[in-house]
């Protein structure tokens, strides 16, 4: 997936060194819209929509898109709001990586009087931040243990993979699917290991972490899959393996048939145009999709709002969507 060979600091510094030329001479707000990375076909989804809001604000803001242009612990996410932050942008609307080192980042911005939204992902800390702007996480992982066990009513084995370990958002999803699957609600994200509540039990090795390396999604998949062919269900919390279309395809046309025959459950979130494409060539068993178009959008606009003196819904919940073959020929992609 390396798409660039200029250090996404390099642009960064850039970006960042034209904020105050830019205000003075536009006079108008800077809004910077952070993802966990760049070259992520899920955060270009929530790119169009900040781009959207900045063309139909009509000269009121500019959108600047900004992060880590690769995979990684959250670090350079920390140092590029940090960055933000010194060069007194007007708001910030940020995906944490790394919740608790997030944190630490945001309380700078607090004391600076910058507003600042998160999206996608929240921090720990609620009260640092205006309002949450996205998918009620715990759901999405509600959603797919609903479908895993429509697959298998009895039960069985699976391997969950995650994003980053210190990502709020995976673990409430993880929390959801292990949450669903044993009938019981626990204290607190990612939820309690299964270890054979109501018929089910996580693979030794299992959850595994990507940090958002598409690569290393699909070749942990590859390697979990081969290691247990017994296994009867597959959880990524995010689109990790999908958004490296060629490499997935390979790896899930080798158990193509273990779906069909609901041997195997696989069922992935997200729902961008190439994950529904896999789901109706039965490359998945379903797929639970948030709208990053909406969550890049309406952060600009509360942003506006914050400026404005106004208060923000919180949280701001965009909705998701459950796939299946049954309906994949209606169900919303995005």
Not at 30 to 54: H, I, R, S, Y
Not at 65 to 81: C, K, L, S, T
């Amino acid at each position: 997936m390396k798409k660039i060979l200029l250090t996404s600091a390099i642009v960064a510094g850039a970006l960042l060194a034209g904020i105050g030329a830019g205000n003075a001479q536009a006079k108008k707000y800077v809004f910077a819209l952070v993802p966990k990375n760049m070259n992520n076909p899920f955060f270009d989804q929530a790119l169009a929509g900040c781009k959207k809001a900045e063309k139909e604000a009509n000269g009121a803001f500019e959108c600047l898109y900004i992060g880590p242009g690769e995979h990684g612990g959250g670090e350079e996410q920390v140092q590029i709001v940090q960055d933000l932050i010194a060069k007194k942008v007007d708001g910030i609307a940020v995906s944490p990586s790394n919740a608790a080192a997030m944190g630490k980042a945001i309380e700078k911005a607090k004391a600076a009087g910058i507003p600042v939204l998160t999206w996608d992902s929240d921090l720990l800390d609620k009260g640092l931040r205006a309002a949450y702007v996205g998918t009620y996480n715990y759901d999405i992982g509600v959603n797919i243990a609903k479908q895993v066990q429509a697959i298998k009513p009895k039960g069985g084995s699976i391997c969950i993979q995650s994003g980053g370990a210190a990502a709020a958002n995976h673990n409430e999803r993880m929390q959801g699917i292990r949450d669903t699957l044993a009938g019981k609600k626990s204290d607190k994200a990612p939820g309690e290991k299964l270890t054979g509540q109501n018929g089910w039990k996580e693979a030794d090795g299992c959850p595994v972490y990507t940090n958002d390396d598409f690569l290393v999604a699909n070749q942990q998949m590859a390697d979990i899959l081969g290691k247990y062919p017994n296994l009867d269900a597959f959880t990524p919390t995010g689109g990790f393996p999908q958004f490296a279309p060629e490499a997935y395809k390979k790896i899930a046309e080798k158990v193509k048939d273990k779906i069909a025959s609901k041997a195997l459950a696989l069922v992935v979130a997200d729902t961008l145009p190439v994950q529904i494409d896999f789901l109706k060539a039965g490359l998945s068993s379903g797929q639970v999709g948030q709208r990053p178009f909406e969550m890049g959008y309406k952060s600009m606009f509360f942003m506006m709002d914050l400026k404005a003196g106004k208060t923000v819904t919180d949280p701001t919940y965009t909705g998701l969507d459950s796939c299946t073959p049954d309906n994949v020929a209606t169900c919303i992609g995005g």
